[in-house]
């Protein structure tokens, strides 16, 4: 396996010039000062600020800006890092709202996010009652005042305020459903309620990007985000709990769709997503967190996630900063023509929902039938000569959130992303040339790979690059696993860049070599003799920053 210090001259420090910005990894959830620094964490570029109503505001128009906010945005700053902030309202609101009439809802939740009994978060204000709006409204007003007095140095160390309207930062008024049904909220409603407490953040925060939940938002609330913000900025939830979430490949489109019509507009697209605490509870991530995050951190590369909040438990353990230093490096480098590095990292999804790649003659099933659980597992027994498996069968059956719950390894899954982790570098016709591996070994690389297949006459893939990426001269790398004594080439038209001869070490090594930029030719990883080798990921970083 290769060590941090071998990784550290590639990785760890490339992501400095977006440091400036707050985007990459952030600390979750909440945050003290104290509770995690740049010296435990190298890798950290911003901390969230969750600031609750009940502590802002303890008697009516008392406000506490100073001490919740004023406070620890200075000692942030003081450690080089930026800050992003939320208010919690719902369940956080002061009891003295109570006792100006607002009704109480108490709702059925027993469970948390995690499958873990809780009662926490069971009591909320009746959000469409008069009192409470104009309670929560001066609120926002309130912080808005404050920020703007701020001095210029600390406020440009907000990255964004995020709109909390009802459950925290979910897209919903409750967690649970209320026990009386008078305080049901229908989802119109409730998107007419977000949208006047967007146009209140707007209003009293101007010069800061107003982040919301995209979860709950419908055709309405996009089109009003598109007309009325300069950033469009938004939460992608399903972007940051792992991979391998049903849905992903849909969600991803509508996405890219987005971000097209702002780019249209003249407009960017910010997005935050957050890893909790099911890294260290669900099977599948906790058997393995340094091996569980690295890949997690590759698919929110590849789905563009700017910013990433993960636990502070896990950006202390050393065996983690790969993961995050890779992270780091792609946050904020959406545009190509300005991006300093690309990378695809090598694997195949078995995408159940593929009925013309797994057949229903062949795998069972039909189109539309995703609680087919024997379909799955038939599609992972064509493959585990590979490493495929299904150990949780019925957790890849339901949605995201049942997803997140597996006990192990699912390989098989709906609608999830059917082929590499890649930004700004493309594999052509992927298979063709390559076979997908599974499960290879437990290092952080060894969850995924494509290999060589000689036999079968597998023997080459091909690469390229996108055609706005123009830096003047790059360094490209070929994570592989030195296992058996195969021989490869790395060739960019009619020159070799790499020649490697492997020596059966069993260990993941780097080769590097030199390109002349900017590259028209496919980039094409060649079969040579000898045994078969795996390979990880493809990466061209331009040599100026490093």
Known sequence: MIRYALLASGLLFAAASFAENGLGVSSWAGWRPGQVSREDCPELRSVPLILKWNQLETAPGKYSFEKRLGEPLRLADMDDLHVTLMIWVGPTCPSWIYEKGVP????DRTVNALGQKTDSQKKYPYYLHPEYKKRFMALIDALGDYVDNLP??????IVFVQSAEGSTG???PYKGRPLDQQ???????WNDFRLDTWKAYRKALPDIPILVNSDANKGRETEWLLENMDVIALKYGMFSHGYHVSGNTERLANFQTLEAEAKKRGKSVLTRGEMDGELFVMGWSKRNVSQALYWSGLFASHCRLDLWNIPHKALKDSTNWPALAFYNTYAGQNDPAKATAAFCALRDGLDAADFDRFPSETFGGKPGSKKDRQRYLNIAEAYSEYGARMDDPAKA???GMLNRKRSGSNDVGWGILPGN????????????GDVGRWNIDDSIYGRFARAFEHESGKTQMRFKLDPAFKVRSA???ITYLDKGKGSWSLNAGSKTVLSVQNSDTGEWKIATGTLSMPLQAELVLKYEAGDDTVFHMIEVKTVNEE
Not at 152 to 157: E, Q
Not at 183 to 189: A, F, G, P, Q
Not at 421 to 432: A, E, I, K, V
């Open 104 to 107: 109480v809802v108490i709702t």
């Open 152 to 157: 210029p140095m600390l406020k440009k160390r």
């Open 170 to 172: 979910d897209g919903q």
């Open 183 to 189: 305080y049901e909220i229908s989802r119109e409603v």
């Open 397 to 399: 059956l339901g949605g």
């Open 421 to 432: 982790y890649s930004r700004f570098l493309t594999q052509l016709n992927p298979g063709s």
């Open 475 to 477: 360094r490209v790398s």
